[in-house]
T-cell receptor
């Protein structure tokens, strides 16, 4: 297994466009997490899934953000009508189960111009 | 809510020196992890350590769950140790500290 994989690694988009990121967790990991990180800050929680069920969403996840994990495998994070403030590194992680060791992907760096 | 505090926020070392990074947390530990963020932004697992002491080469970590803190020791530091170190507490999701930025000078 090659670990958590995120695609794309970099994305530059114009303000107002929609973007979608993909995360492939480690196989057989039931938990999948999305975090966002801006320069000089620690990662901020966005949402997490237990299999296909989205169990919690942060208040940071406005109406423009949506995440899915169909069939409990890969996950997508979509941002609609992007704003400059959405520019950040988006990190995905997976763990076997609740409170077990988590592994992070390489991240997707989003720049909104 | 759950609070995770790391200290110091910044640390500058001469190559070969030793250092101790601290992580204080406000709640009981289900899982505590230490990460090193590489220059490309990926979080690399260092330790999964809800309690006790672990060692991996020049790095070791100790978590004292009853006193709600964890320590990361780096011995004989190298320039490749530079970067940001995060601790994260698991309570359904992961709560991150703000990190310690380490700069090891040759």
């Amino acid at each position: 297994d090659t670990g958590v994989s995120q695609d794309p690694r970099h994305k530059i988009t114009k303000r107002g466009q929609n973007v979608t990121f993909r995360c492939d967790p480690i196989s057989e990991h039931n938990r999948l997490y999305w975090y966002r990180q801006t320069l000089g800050q620690g990662p901020e929680f966005l949402t997490y899934f237990q299999n296909e069920a989205q169990l919690e969403k942060s208040r940071l996840l406005s109406d423009r953000f949506s995440a899915e994990r169909p069939k409990g495998s890969f996950s997508t994070l979509e941002i609609q009508r992007t704003e400059q403030g959405d520019s950040a590194m988006y990190l995905c992680a997976s763990s076997l189960d609740q409170n077990t060791e988590a592994f992070f992907g390489q991240g997707t760096r989003l720049t909104v111009v | 809510g759950i609070q995770v505090e790391q200290s110091p926020p910044d640390l500058i070392l001469q190559e070969g020196a030793n250092s101790t990074l601290r992580c204080n947390f406000s709640d009981s530990v289900n899982n505590l992890q230490w990460f090193h963020q590489n220059p490309w932004g990926q979080l690399i697992n260092l330790f999964y350590i809800p309690s006790g002491t672990k060692q991996n080469g020049r790095l070791s970590a100790t978590t004292v769950a009853t006193e709600r803190y964890s320590l990361l020791y780096i011995s004989s530091s190298q320039t490749t140790d530079s970067g940001v170190y995060f601790c994260a507490l698991a309570f359904n999701k992961f709560y991150f500290g703000s990190g310690t930025k380490l700069n090891v000078k040759p």
